[in-house]
């Protein structure tokens, strides 16, 4: 029965975006390569795996008009994580657990056990005693359709947690158990609850893996935690915690007890928009995170969500990055190389010295491109060095390196009428002889990396396309670029 009810809310919302993706496709502010839904709402990325061949990407998804509600899980399988094929959603809210406007089927993850395909996730719902929060399971023999668990729910908030901030399991097995760490509020701090399974069914707690005490926030949403070489990780977004959107821990784990030693602490990304990551291995032991390009109206520098609501269509993905620890426990984060493969129309040069006249640069369509190049330390005697990206109208998003006071900016004040905010980090250049920079530029987003992909910087920009110019300019003397390399990219993932 309750199978029947799901797959009846599948089949409404699959007509609902079937009758809509033709016209949101069209839409102007539309990313060329960054992941993102037919129509409607995206937020998290969920249930990332490797199954069968094909990356499978899930999404907390409303396919019915740009803004957050009544969750669902949407579907899409790739080769090579730009190129995606939409599958039918996977899950729909249809029990008395999930099936709420201001719930459904929350954030949660994928793991294959002998051969079929599970999704763990949150199930929201609010029946009179205000709004729940339990762990859910539903499972697939073809990687496509899903059955929600008889049994469910399988996982309820434990004494001293609140009901309604119990959330967003992560699942892994490791020697023939399964384990899932989950985020939760505890007396109002934010904790990462570990657990353990033989069959993903029956739950045991095992120990907090990770707490905040009081610095970290009151709730982590989307943890997530896995072995980086003998290293292990744990990220999350926390709730509470200033200006961090997504942060991750380093240090050491111990099965036998549950407890994580944590002693390196980071940012996975400055920027205002990169929220919510999972992480992912790749057939080639590579692992991979995705964000969610946004964030919520609860953080100090929400503005809204973008006018992409007005042609039909709110959120995407940021782009895979490949995780790597340094022998100091500090994270990289690079751009899958999958993405390489869509550069075209590359244009080399060896060295630019620029002053405050300012230097024009050419990269594919000024749109969609990449630009890489190696600021070089010790020539250089500005005190700052400006990129300007698309720019036009007489508006810029800028991109600052601030030496005199050693810090990186991305200041979205002008950027196209319509975002707000400065994302800011220290740029920690004491001992260095050059630092690296790496740009990627959609239609409507711009990553910024730098310091070996450590001190990173992803921030939407609704520019319309006659913004296509960029240029760089230093101020206080003179900037030395090396190693300059622009180029254009394909439109990848949506034609
Ligand atoms: C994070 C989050 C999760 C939750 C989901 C709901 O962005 O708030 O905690 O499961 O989004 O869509």
């Not at 990269?363 to 990449?370: P, T, V």
Request: aromatic share 14%.
């Amino acid at each position: 029965m309750s199978y029947e009810i799901m797959k009846k809310n599948i089949e409404r919302a699959q007509q609902e975006i079937n009758g809509k993706k033709d016209k949101v496709k069209n839409g102007k502010m539309r990313q060329h390569y960054h992941f993102m839904a037919q129509t409607g709402w995206l937020n998290d990325p969920n249930g990332l795996i490797y199954f069968q061949g094909k990356y499978h990407f899930f999404y907390q998804y409303n396919p019915y008009h740009g803004f957050w509600e009544w969750m669902h899980w949407g579907h899409a399988v790739s080769e090579d994580m730009l190129h995606w094929e939409y599958l039918p959603l996977a899950l729909a809210p249809s029990e008395s657990y999930d099936d709420h406007l201001r719930g459904g089927c929350f954030s949660g993850s994928a793991v294959e056990m002998d051969g079929k395909l599970y999704l763990v996730f949150t199930a929201a719902t609010n029946e009179g005693r205000g709004f729940e929060q339990t762990q859910c399971v539903a499972y697939s023999e073809d990687g496509i359709h899903f059955i929600k668990y008889d049994g469910n729910p399988v996982l309820t908030a434990p004494k001293g947690v609140a009901k309604d901030q119990f959330r967003d399991p992560k699942v892994w097995e490791h020697e023939g158990v399964y384990y899932l760490v989950c985020g939760a509020s505890h007396g109002n701090r934010a904790q990462a609850l570990l657990y353990r399974s033989k069959d993903l069914y029956h739950w045991e707690f095992f120990s907090v893996l990770a707490e905040s005490r009081g610095e970290w926030g009151s709730m982590w949403e989307c943890p997530d935690f896995y072995p980086l070489g003998e290293k292990y990780v744990l990220t999350f977004s926390p709730m509470g915690a200033g200006d961090h959107t997504a942060v991750y821990f380093t240090g050491d784990f111990d099965y036998n007890t549950g407890k994580f030693d944590c002693r390196v602490t980071g940012e996975i990304d400055w920027g205002l928009d990169f929220y919510a990551p999972q992480s992912f291995q790749a057939p080639d032991g590579r692992r991979i995170i995705v964000g969610w390009s946004n964030e919520w109206e609860w953080m100090p520098q929400w503005k809204d969500w973008g006018p992409t609501y007005k042609e039909g269509w709110c959120g995407f993905f940021n782009i895979p990055r490949e995780v790597r620890m340094l022998s100091d426990g500090t994270l990289q984060f690079l751009p899958v190389r999958e993405i390489r493969a869509l550069r075209k129309d590359v244009w080399d040069r060896d060295e630019l010295a620029v002053t405050e006249d300012g230097v024009a640069l050419s990269a594919g369509d000024g749109i969609c491109f990449e630009l890489m190049m190696e600021i070089d330390l010790m020539e250089t005697n500005a005190g700052r060095l400006e990129l300007d990206l698309r720019c036009g109208n007489g508006r810029k998003t800028a991109c600052v390196f601030d030496f005199e006071n050693a810090e990186l900016r991305v200041d979205r004040t002008n950027a196209d009428g319509w975002s707000e905010g400065v994302s800011r980090s220290v740029m920690y250049l004491k001992g260095k002889k050059g630092l690296d920079v790496h740009v990627f530029s959609d239609q409507s987003s711009l990553e910024i990396f730098t310091d070996q992909y450590r001190n990173n910087h992803s921030n939407n920009v609704f520019a319309p396309s006659e913004q296509n110019l960029l240029s760089i300019r230093a101020y206080g003397g003179t900037a030395v670029i090396k190693d300059i390399m622009t180029c254009g990219l394909k439109d990848a993932c949506h034609s």
